[in-house]
């Protein structure tokens, strides 16, 4: 179980294949504060790293979308991989 859950969970209920969630969403999805380093791209990166496991990629991966930081907006755009 990961805490990232949530916001899998959400996701996979999503029937459209773009969506927008604010920074507060996602927090209030996964039942604590997001940290600081999601300010940053690398953070949402949709590529799997050779070194590290990012549970929170693995969150928006396995049902199928990926995500995009919208600078200096606290929102993220998860937009559907076909």
Avoid: C
């Avoid at 999503?14 to 996602?26: A, G, H, P, Q, V």
């Avoid at 070194?51 to 998860?78: C, E, M, P």
């Amino acid at each position: 179980m990961s805490m990232y859950d949530g916001l899998r969970d959400r996701l996979r209920a999503e029937r459209l294949s773009e969506i927008i969630l604010s920074f507060s969403e996602i927090e209030e999805l996964i039942g604590v504060s997001l940290p600081r380093s999601a300010l940053r791209p690398q953070w949402w990166a949709n590529e799997r790293s050779l070194t590290t496991d990012h549970s929170q990629r693995n969150a928006w991966r396995d049902v199928g979308y990926d995500a995009f930081l919208i600078k200096d907006a606290r929102k993220v755009r998860f937009k559907k991989v076909h």
